[in-house]
């Protein structure tokens, strides 16, 4: 007699191994890089790396390109790329000048016009590729272009012929918006420790780290707004689903058009974002703001796990990816490696991030 | 009868040069399972695609609940009330079986700001829908892409069945199926036939399409060929009709009547 099947349970698999279940996560690679990296320059490089003011000086550029990253790898999880982030720091960085020093407006003003600006460029990007069916590579490789040249021409008219709008340190100082998007926050809490002797102190008594960079906040807020969005939200669904395969995306029933031009309006805007905050540090603005920040955002999110294919990555790699990213940067220059390898490293890490996430993704779709 | 849920009125659709719909009229009753057969390539997909908000009809009009409706989207057709499986099932491979049951229609909780897929929920659902259907999941999280053909089937179905308030459309929902789920197929097509769903049922198998449709339309070239109801036809006749009016009985002869 045949057995009858128990209807209950599945006698088919075995319970699945932990290690099983993490290998398929698409943060793995990034986390594991994250520990190779700081193992290698723990062994290699000066013991100030990783003091707290090294820390804090690999992470401010590693916020800064992380902004940029997480927007690159929702987007990329949606299944688009946009290859004029960094023209858009320049470009963004330009209105936000002129609406600062030429216009003269508060920041309440300026930066979510700024943002707008910024979002209804990030959303012809995203109408030109839905409307067309190109690739969105071309289509922002063309923005690319675009938005540099639109950055210089639009600065030499504004400042009458620079390429550098300066004056905008002195237009926001004394904003009270200015503390959210520059300097140290929590410089309290420093002081407070320095005064009890847990942080190192200068001479009079200030602690050498006077805070946290606003970046870093920025950064990490965003990282976490984007995973409870990707994984815990209808539209996160949507994004997956968008990228997995528009065409049955569409079909049942997500609205695949409203989420790609949506993605590319958030991806403008966090280099509008990380324009403002790169800018007010500065106190001026130039063309080359955020030269090949491009390329450095979409290695950041394959790094973090991100498939070129779309339909799968996370956030939270791409979180890693960055901060990977600013180690190796400032990291080099705590070793007595040639500085020039940051290039080298960053091919290679490139490759084997690709090769990794290929070899995840066949086991997360069973081998076919 | 009553009034049809949907009625299609002299349906045309062409992409570009080619002619795939050329005047098709087609309704469905509450209630009732109408089956649209018909050869390869004779243009059953793309109507049903015209009636679920995928294609847009070049000429022809749509009667939904006896207003005039235009689909813009298949979102528009889901919120009608229509919910579809077709023939390429539309999942997302890297997807986990939840996720692609509850693609585009999530549950949510809380509310605002806050307002989240609701996980746990969807996991629960899709699990005994499944079960349902008489496939047990390993795993709710478990990608699509890793699903057997027919399991895969499967999900597209059950998703289709949860969602379908007043139309369900199902383009071929058998093809990769074993004994004992089509058998639930059909029984579910029964079932929520006497709940007061219109079932559209696309088939290349007659005794399938015997067993649960009320009304035969028969598709060829674009073109309907004409509609029967239950017990004007006999089997031997719609096989002939589907294979576009030819004579099949020869052929049929010589295979042993195993067609
Ligand atoms: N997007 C399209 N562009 C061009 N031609 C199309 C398109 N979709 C369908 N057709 C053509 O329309 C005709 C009808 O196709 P359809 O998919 O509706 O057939 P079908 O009856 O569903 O066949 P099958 O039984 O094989 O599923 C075919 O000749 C097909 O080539
Ligand atoms: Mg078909």
Redesign the interface.
Known sequence: MLAKAN????E??KS?PFMTRLMKRPELGAIGGVILVTIFFMITADSAMFTLSGIMNFMTPAAQLGILGIAAAMLMIGGEFDLSIGSMVAFAGMIFGVFTVNVGLPLIFAIPLTLAFAASIGAVNGMIVIRTGLPSFIVTLASLFILRGASLVGLKLFTDGSTQLRGVRDAVENDFLTPIFSGEAFGFVFRKLADIGVLETFKSGLPKVPGVPVEILWFIAFALVAT?ILL???A???I??TG??S?????????VRRVKISLFMVTAMAAALVAIITVIDAGSTDARRGFMKEFEAIITAVIGGCLLTG??GSAIGAFFGAIIFGMVTIGLTYTDFDQDWFQVFLGGMLLIAVVFNNAI?KR???E? | MTNPIIHMEGIKKHFGNVIALNGVTFDVFPGECHCLLGDNGAGKSTFIKTMSGVHKPTAGTINFEGKPLSFNSPRDAMEAGIATVFQDLAMIPLMSVTRNFFMGREPTKGRGILKRFDIDAANEICVEKMRDMGINLRAPDQAVGTLSGGERQTVAIARAVHFGAKVLILDEPTSALGVRQTSNVLSTIARVREQGVGVVFISHNVRHAMAVGDRFTVLNRGQTLGTASKGNITPAELQDLMAGGQELATLEGSLGGTV
């Open positions: 209807p209950g349970i599945d088919r698999i699945e409870y815990r939200t209808s996160g669904n949507w997956f689903a997995g395969d065409n049955a995306a569409q079909n049942s029933g997500v609205p339909g799968y993704r997360v779709t069973g076919r």
